[in-house]
């Protein structure tokens, strides 16, 4: 294993110990927290975490208050994941190598799974744990509810239900993956600055622009080439339902060159903050040499 | 028409005009935004904004603020109502005497419908338009996700569902009354209270217990009794289900009985207020003087 990959494994382990304890511990429907507990504990690389934490620790943020940011996107990310793979969306039986909730539960159960996750993730940021200045407070609950709503995330989501059934164009693809990821992404690039009262952000929101979007052409690959076992979820989903992708738009090849000019380009943005970067450099590089 | 339900008509329809204006008016997907509209258009009788907004008045809160809030219940609400009727929950086709969001679409759209209607609660919630000071905005946002999520309405639905296969104790049945519908009415009971930046919640989170608590068994009652095209949905469900409530536990009479000692209750509670609470004190009696 690379030292990045035994880096991000170690955080992911060290993330969800904390993280599942914050699910509720007052457990009024047992079934509820089991199925909660069941749809954090299968795991995923915590990359939006990562970002949040290692991007925070630039800028001096106490590494509590960007965990607690860390675990309300990462809530949502999961939210979104849980009613993804429902039936009536992309009907999932298996992800991270483990039944999806709805196959291991019941599909209200993962309804509601998700719902009580978005509710969680704001009421997480809302309390005076996550920063002692509420303005901060306010400020990431009003980033992270316009990136994962109807004009962030789940506008993505139902752009890309539609995206089956017609031919999109470049610019409706790009739209399509900004909402659906590089929404998150962007919250994850400036949730550390929020969290240490910087006002401009524009440099972070490039860099989440350009990872954000080599993260999905990346993620489109990894459905045509990637190793079943190795991602833990059925691949060629996508392609075989002839779903568009800048794959499928600009051919593997020229596609997989986009992606690398879109990791120079972060990189570039990190120049200024010379050895402190270091780990998000590694992370950024990460993102499309991995093959999970 | 009654004075009262008049009162109320009016009401709905005025803040049903800006209700629909909150939603985002870049529409990203034109399809997630009709769906919206749509869910929010059939209507209701608004009983948690109206609530919230007359137990504001009673404390000064500027109106435009109330009506915030009032919207970010309301849409929470309304979620919870577009994700309950979908096939794997309750499967119900008609609501307020509309096809509901996922018979007049389908059921992905609806599950979208809910998920960005929960996001949109926070952010309006957290926008310095609901209050000047980020502290009542953060109180705020605290108060409605736990309301709403797995100790709140969700945990409740839970309940709910589990509820058609076993046979509950008394004390069951008021915890899953209290989750499902209660938190929510609390919500709109103290919301105005926090607005006003009042620290002393206690009279009225005893109001917003007798009044959910009334307000449940009246719905049960409708369920039984009701009408069905002035109720615009299908009745005796919970019934024909073997559904336990408190009025199969107690029996019609009884159950009737208690819920207007809750009133009686209720409504001492407002004493202190003399002629300012006279319109929440009408309110309160139409909880169970309804037929609708």
């Known amino acids: 294993m690379l030292k990045i990959e035994r880096f991000i494994t170690e955080f992911a382990k060290e993330f969800d110990e904390s993280f599942i304890n914050l ?42 208050m960007a965990f607690r940011a860390a675990a309300a996107i990462e809530l949502i ?14 009907d999932d039986d298996m992800r ?5 909730c709805h196959k291991q539960f019941d599909d ?5 799974v998700g719902d009580a996750f978005q509710s969680l993730a704001f009421e997480i940021l809302s309390d005076k744990k996550t920063h002692p200045n509420p303005e901060v407070r306010c400020i990431l609950i009003n980033e992270l509810s316009r990136a994962s709503g109807a ?12 995206a089956e059934k017609k031919k999109l164009s470049l610019e409706e693809i790009l739209l399509l993956q900004k909402l659906k990821t590089g929404e998150l992404f962007r919250f994850s690039c400036i949730a550390g600055l929020i969290l240490s009262e910087k006002k401009e952000f524009k440099k972070f929101i490039n860099f ?16 045509i080439e990637g190793d079943e076992k190795k991602m833990g979820k059925k691949t060629k989903k996508d392609y075989s339902r002839g779903k568009e992708t800048l794959i499928s738009f600009f051919g593997k090849d020229k596609a ?12 570039k943005l990190l120049e200024p903050f010379g050895p402190r970067a270091k780990r998000v450099i590694d992370l950024t590089n990460f993102v499309i040499s991995r093959n999970w």
Chains 1, 2 share one sequence.
Request: charged share 25%; proline share 3%.
């Open 23 to 64: 699910l509720p511990s007052n457990k009024y429907s047992l079934k509820l927290y089991k199925a909660m507990k069941y749809s954090i504990s299968v795991g995923g690389k915590r990359l939006r975490p990562l970002f949040l934490m290692e991007i925070s620790k630039i800028f001096g943020v106490n590494k509590k």
């Open 208 to 223: 989440a622009k350009n990872l954000g979007l080599a993260f999905q052409i990346k993620d489109d690959l990894l459905d």
């Open 151 to 162: 004009m962030g995330m789940v506008g993505g989501q139902m752009l890309d239900l539609d």
């Open 77 to 90: 990310h999961c939210y979104s994941l849980v009613h993804d793979d429902l039936p009536a969306m992309d």
């Open 256 to 267: 997989k060159k986009k992606s690398e000019e879109l990791i120079q380009n972060s990189k």
């Open 96 to 100: 991270r190598g483990h039944k999806t």
């Open 108 to 112: 209200a159960t993962a309804i509601l």
